[in-house]
């Protein structure tokens, strides 16, 4: 895809900012400051884990630069509620919101609202389900909906708003063994098309399959080991078009302030790439990873002091070696990613023609 | 902050204080989207310029309704008023970062939430706000709402203040059995006819304790509701005598369910057009009332209950003499008409306009239910007004809705604040950093099996 040519980007999850306002703000203006692209923020049901989404928005007015992509989940969340909540984001971070797109497998998820365990085949269902009615109902208003027309009285052009019909039942037809129990929404949202549009959607790489490759604008990729990772990013870029991002997932651990990373972390571990290591070793590796993933998203194994190597150290000599793409403020999420805006499905031949081709936010 | 907590007790004490919130409404009919000043309705910008001129004006909270289905006029989306608004706890969340004392209040249906996930993003809120968040509890339920949801319109009427006062007990008990330095976080099990929840709280108690609940509901079931669950009422009671009249009940209704008569605090919506001089005010309400019912909004108006097309008639001629297509609807679209006997009603408005010598405008301005809630004047008399009422505990304060985004509330805060601030009836520093205390709440009401433990002060 173009962006081998601007270089790749790198995302932060900030998990470990936990849920206190003034520690989030401090966690995504270090990671900005440091010049990450994307902050993360992960939502699995864990203690002290704050709602992703939330923490998401909290940091929009704190930042300009960096995109915000929480984690949220599709199975035991109403789609109704997520694509408005999204959406919201996007406004509230001027355009620079996205989503990585779970699936929770967990019987406690299930047994909080009272729901069967979704597991296997299904849970891709549920997700390709979500990520769909979400999509149409970010389309649902056309981008110039809002006419407010003092002649006429018009606040709104009602032929710009658009009912989703959306049902399981009949989208998944080839699907009859569709295992979450079937629903439909009607629409349109409540809420006028994002800013972007439609929110770039970021999905793990073991939801392909059930979720079509088309319905994401990137794959998160997680590899058991480092040295494995280029091939796993390789294979999955195989099996996607070539306007989807691939994106590395690491875990990393670096020597810091007199302690050599190994002696930092003991038994960190979370079934992902790990690089433990020296701020040097790890500019190398990303210089050769880059190149043949779009993008990494970094796990620190303590938030605030890897932060501090990874910004003293490592994103300076990558930007030197003209590794990464450059930082646009007040740039869109869909911007960083080489993705341009697209018209509203419903939009008509004649909305479309008078619409500014690829019109900003 | 229990210093500032009221006591329980059985005979109602007036705060004499008056409180503000502000109520960025979204979706609704008084905002005046036609004048010049008027910005956006959905940009953060908005959001952002109101709620820190609030927190200037050292208002308590900060409020933003919900609505789950796009309102509907004969079939289609309502097209005349303002429409579209962010989801509230993803706004609030935002502004909890650019303010630093006022409280974020989401107005959140039980209907089409699931109680675990609800209690645990309000309590993210709370912390993520500093202990700043409330929940206004609404109940509306509908199958034409219901249709957006997995559960569909799955609620009857009649049940629906049961199904939210067992929503919000189990909302309470997950929030009471948090993590605390006595103890691990304690499974919250409920089993009931609409849902089930097996969950084990993961944040731990804000600054607060819990977000504060507020109810929006007026039948009597709303306000036995509201009496026995809830901190403050979003009422619709903001004249004088009514005011009184509701106090008066709600303090029976809180004394009848266990609680102190100062147990619920009243916060009616209210708009309010001010200006240096009566004289100038009652002009300002004028224009005001000219934009916000315009010529095709009188039309429509009486289209909800004639049910059919009327835009053949002259906003400034009679009521159309053509009778309603429905003579009964029982199916509200979110417009405000709950079944009320069309051809009755055309009746009686038509005598009613006729006797009066009103045109279609001047009868809907006539109708509109805002008529009630507004306080127009000078500053000076609007703030002897609002005086009488904290001497007599009236209200404890007004949610005020502006009808002009983004600096609808300059005016108040400029030169309503002030007066009041002279007059001994308004707060001149926040008190504290949660909404709690801002309040000036009683102390929490415990789920009961948590009720043993000590609360944390
Ligand atoms: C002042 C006030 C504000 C309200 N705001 C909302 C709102 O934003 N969203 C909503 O769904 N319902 C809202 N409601 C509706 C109530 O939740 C409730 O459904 C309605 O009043 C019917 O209940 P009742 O019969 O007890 O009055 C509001 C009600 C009142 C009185």
């Known amino acids: 895809m173009s962006s081998t040519r601007q270089g790749g980007f790198l995302a932060l999850e900030l998990d470990g900012a936990g849920w206190d306002g003034a520690h989030l703000t401090r966690a995504v203006l270090a990671a900005e400051s440091a010049g990450f692209h994307a902050a993360t923020f992960t939502d699995a049901p864990a203690p002290g884990r704050a709602n992703a989404l939330q923490r998401a928005a909290f940091a929009g007015p704190a930042t300009r630069t960096i995109a915000l992509v929480p984690e949220v989940d599709t199975v035991y969340t109403e789609p109704f509620h997520i694509s408005t909540q999204l959406a919201s984001l996007d406004y509230v971070s001027g355009g620079r919101a996205g989503w990585i797109v779970t699936a929770a497998e967990s019987p406690e998820a299930a047994a909080a609202v009272g729901r069967p365990s979704v597991t296997g085949a299904a849970l891709g269902q549920e997700a390709a389900a979500s990520i769909e009615v979400s999509r149409r109902l970010w389309d649902s208003w056309e981008d110039d909906a809002v006419i407010r027309d003092v002649a006429t009285g018009r606040y709104i052009d009602v032929d710009k708003l658009h009912y989703v019909d959306f049902d399981t039942a009949v989208d998944f037809e080839t699907r009859a063994d569709f295992a979450g129990a079937g629903y439909s929404v009607q629409g349109p949202s409540i809420i006028p098309r994002p800013l972007q549009g439609q929110l770039p959607v970021l999905a793990p790489a073991c939801l392909l399959g059930e979720v079509p490759a088309d319905a994401v604008d990137a794959v998160l990729v997680s590899a058991p080991a480092a040295e494995l990772l280029a091939a796993e990013v390789r294979d999955v870029r195989s099996r996607v078009a070539a306007g989807v991002a691939v994106v590395a997932e690491l875990d990393v651990v670096l020597d810091s302030r007199g302690q050599a990373a190994a002696g930092r972390v003991a038994g960190f571990g979370s079934g992902r790439a790990n690089y433990a290591g020296s701020a040097a070793g790890l500019t190398d590796f990303l210089t050769e990873l880059l190149e043949e993933a779009d993008g990494v998203r970094l796990h620190p194994a303590s938030l605030f002091v890897d932060l501090e190597e990874l910004g003293r150290l490592v994103l300076p000599e990558l930007r030197r070696r003209g590794v990464l793409r450059p930082l646009v403020q007040d740039g869109t999420f869909r911007d960083l990613l080489g993705l341009s805006r697209p018209v509203s499905r419903y939009a008509t031949a004649a909305s479309n023609a008078a619409a500014p081709a690829g019109a900003g936010k | ?457």
């Open chain 2, 1 to 457: 902050m229990t210093q500032h907590n009221r006591a329980k007790s059985d005979v109602f004490v007036p705060s004499g204080q008056i409180q503000f919130g502000v109520f960025f409404q979204g979706v609704n009919s008084g905002t005046i989207w036609k004048a010049a000043e008027s910005g956006s309705q959905t940009d953060f910008e908005s959001f952002r310029r109101i709620a820190q001129t609030a927190e200037r004006g050292l208002f308590a909270a900060f409020f933003l309704g919900e609505g789950l289905r796009l309102r509907e006029h004969l079939g289609r989306p309502h097209a005349l008023d303002v429409v579209g608004r962010p989801d509230a706890q993803t706004m609030l969340a935002a502004l909890a970062s650019v303010t630093t004392n006022i409280g974020l209040v989401a107005t959140q249906n039980t209907t089409y939430n699931d109680p675990a996930d609800l209690a645990h993003r309000l309590a993210s809120l709370d912390l993520i706000s500093g202990g700043r968040a409330a929940w206004n509890i609404v109940t509306t339920d509908n199958a034409w709402t219901g249709a957006n949801f997995r559960r569909g319109g799955y609620l009857d009427h009649a049940d629906r203040y049961k199904h939210a006062e067992a929503f919000v007990e189990t909302a309470k008990r997950i929030w009471d059995s948090w993590e605390t330095p006595d103890g691990p976080a304690r499974r919250v099990v409920h089993q009931g006819q609409h849902y089930t929840v097996d969950v084990t709280p993961r944040l731990p108690r804000s600054a607060q304790y819990r977000p504060v609940l507020f109810q929006a509901g007026d039948s009597p079931e709303g306000r036995n509701f509201a009496a026995r669950q809830a901190d403050v009422i979003f009422s619709a009671h903001p004249k004088f005598d009514d005011a009184v009249e509701f106090r008066k009940d709600l303090v029976e209704r809180s004394l009848a369910a266990g609680r102190g008569a100062n147990a619920v605090q009243i916060m009616p919506a209210s708009e309010f057009i001010l200006a240096p001089t009566a004289a100038e005010a009652a002009e300002k309400k004028e224009w005001v009332r000219s934009l916000q019912i315009g010529p095709q909004q009188a039309i429509a108006y009486l289209e909800q209950f004639w049910g059919r097309e009327l835009s053949s008639y002259d906003p400034d001629g009679p009521l159309p003499e053509i009778d309603p297509v429905v003579e009964e609807t029982s199916e509200t679209r979110g417009s405000g008409f709950h079944g009320a006997k069309a051809r009755q009603l055309a009746d009686q408005w038509r005598a009613e306009a006729k006797d009066k010598g009103l045109s279609i405008r001047q009868f809907v301005t006539s109708r509109t239910a805002r008529v009630d809630s507004t306080f127009t004047g000078s500053y000076v008399e609007v703030a002897d007004q609002l005086a009488e009422f904290a001497r007599v505990g009236a209200v404890d304060g007004f949610n005020i809705s502006p009808w002009l985004i983004p600096s609808g509330l300059d005016d108040i805060v400029n030169h309503l604040v002030p007066e009041l601030q002279e007059r001994g009836v308004y707060p001149t520093e926040y008190r504290g950093n949660t909404l709690w205390e801002n309040l000036g709440l009683e102390t929490p009401v415990r789920s009961s099996d948590a009720a043993a433990e000590a609360v944390r002060a």
